[in-house]
């Protein structure tokens, strides 16, 4: 039974007025039931969060409050980031491999043009979504909507929770001209997100490299991860290029099989990761290590170089693979594209059978490579190379020549080195009819929740 006591005088005021308007019912059990979720996750939090020091005292607290906004109310300054809260609440069974409402199954910048007109930049289509049917594509501009301009009051309407089918006016590229054309929109539904977006072998420099774009860490989608690396295998390539710029974490157990694929064949059951805890954790500091049963299914990989693409939306469980790797591969382990988010903490998932619907994730421990690093809060963790992918001009195809962040990499392949900076072409100032001063408004990338879910098998 948990100990609601000590939590009774900071609330006696409350329930006893309640009472007393309850015409003599004792009525104590319901008000009871209104702070029992608020005062175990706070029970919880005095033992086990990772900053329970920043923890206000209870009787600046409203255990009256959702669960959600009660997290909102005590988190520390500690636990968060640009606007990235990373203790967090979810419903039962929370997916990222399924899409939570219907929707078409894109995802674009809302970007805004020196003259003030606004224009969608799509990023990426989900296959076998109505975004997919019809045919759009990254790279394509969504210029109005039913013939209504584009604003930051309608782009969520029209793009991130559509709840009927529009009608898009589109512009594409050719020929450095824009081609425009109206696309009607199917009904938006529930589609797949799978987390293994697209990989495929190229060639550069006699060289074969095996490229994945990885899009978060979900235990869910770990079949395809294996199926796509048991693909890479047969191809023997010299190289990977593990493409991680728009992926927010998501299950540290999947980080640990991905990290366990890419190992270097020898550093089976040696130290993977270490967990951090606070001070009231024995041990405080708990060690992981690569481990050869996760490879059911999978072989270790033999290669070369790793060349890992980041932008400043890489985080959490995919920052892990970064820095756990970095150790081993030494220069191996080229880092291509911009700093890391910096998230170096993760989450562990707290349950009570009293509150069956509530996934309490809570921030508990900071998380190290084998050689004890993880102060990349601030900083996140630095490229070898910096490229930019600006998102308001040309998007290449992934893993081609004309995308941005690729081009080092290809560079690399051929010659072994990086290019001098500024001296190739820059893929993104091409004579483009967009190609004028623009600016991002929102990026639906950069606010997707930062995960480094714990549950290590």
Known sequence: MRRYIRYLYAISLVVSSLLLASC?????????????????????????????EDLPAEEELNFFDKPEDFLQSVVSSQDQKNGSVFSHIDSVNVS????D???FGLEGALVRNANGDYVVHILYVYPDSPAAEVGLKRDDWVVDVDGRALNTSNYTEYFQRPVSSYRYRVATVKDGLPDTSYIDMPAPRIIDQPSVFTYKTISAGGRTAFYILYNSFETAD???LKAAFNEAAAQSPTDIILDLRYNPGGYV???????????????????WMNMIFNDKTEPQTQAYTFDSSLLQGVSNLSYDRLY????????SAAEIIVNTLRPYLGDKLLQVGASTFGKNMAQSLFTDEAYPQLEFWLTTAYVSNSEGFYEYY????????EAEEDLTATLGEFGTEQDSLMVPVLYHLEHGTFPVTGSEQDVQSRNHWFNKQKEVVYNPIARKPRRSQFNIR
């Open 24 to 52: 003599g019912q004792d009525r104590s059990g319901e008000y009871y039931a209104l702070i029992g979720a608020k005062t175990w996750m706070y029970e919880v939090m005095q033992q086990h969060y990772l900053f329970y």
């Open 96 to 99: 990222r491999v399924q899409s």
């Open 101 to 103: 409402y219907p929707t």
């Open 222 to 224: 770990e079949d395809l």
């Open 253 to 271: 157990s999947t980080a640990q099989l991905l990290s366990t694929i890419l190992a270097p064949q020898g550093t089976m059951g040696q130290t």
């Open 308 to 315: 890992v693409i980041t932008t400043n939306n890489t985080a």
């Open 378 to 385: 601030d900083n996140g963790l630095q490229p070898d190379y």
